[in-house]
């Protein structure tokens, strides 16, 4: 069984700067994509950045330049550094393996990331 845990979060200043984590087990986790999603109060759940098996990354135009995802396959992790951190940041921050697109495993709890003066 796929297990998803994040952490990492925090309350930060605007301007400010952290690294998520997220360790993956029940999964060949060198083989799959992974993502970190967020969800902000009242709003849908959305991709933040993707990061494949080969290391080709991709993110959303609201975090590019800001944000870097990367991974350790020998620790089956998964980070997000974010920097330039911004109140619009605030969420509470996912990750999960893809494919095609489609998030696989179930959702764990996510880490809150609070951006705030």
């Known amino acids: 069984q796929v297990q998803l845990v994040e952490s990492g979060g925090g309350l930060v200043q605007p301007g400010g700067s952290l690294r998520l984590s997220c360790a993956a087990s029940?999964?060949?986790?060198?083989?799959?994509?992974m993502a970190w999603y967020r969800q902000a109060p009242g709003k849908q759940r959305e991709l933040v950045a993707g990061?494949?098996?080969?290391?080709?990354?991709n993110y959303a135009a609201s975090v590019k330049d800001r944000f870097t995802i990367s991974r350790d396959n020998a620790k089956n992790t998964v980070y997000l550094q974010m920097n330039s951190l911004k109140p619009e940041d605030t969420a509470v921050y996912y990750c999960?393996?893809?494919?095609?697109?489609?998030?696989?495993?179930?959702w764990g709890q996510g880490t809150q990331v609070t951006v705030s003066s």
């Open positions: 029940g999964i060949v986790f060198s083989i799959y994509t």
């Open positions: 990061i494949s098996s080969s290391g080709i990354t």
């Open positions: 999960n393996s893809v494919v095609s697109g489609i998030p696989q495993g179930r």
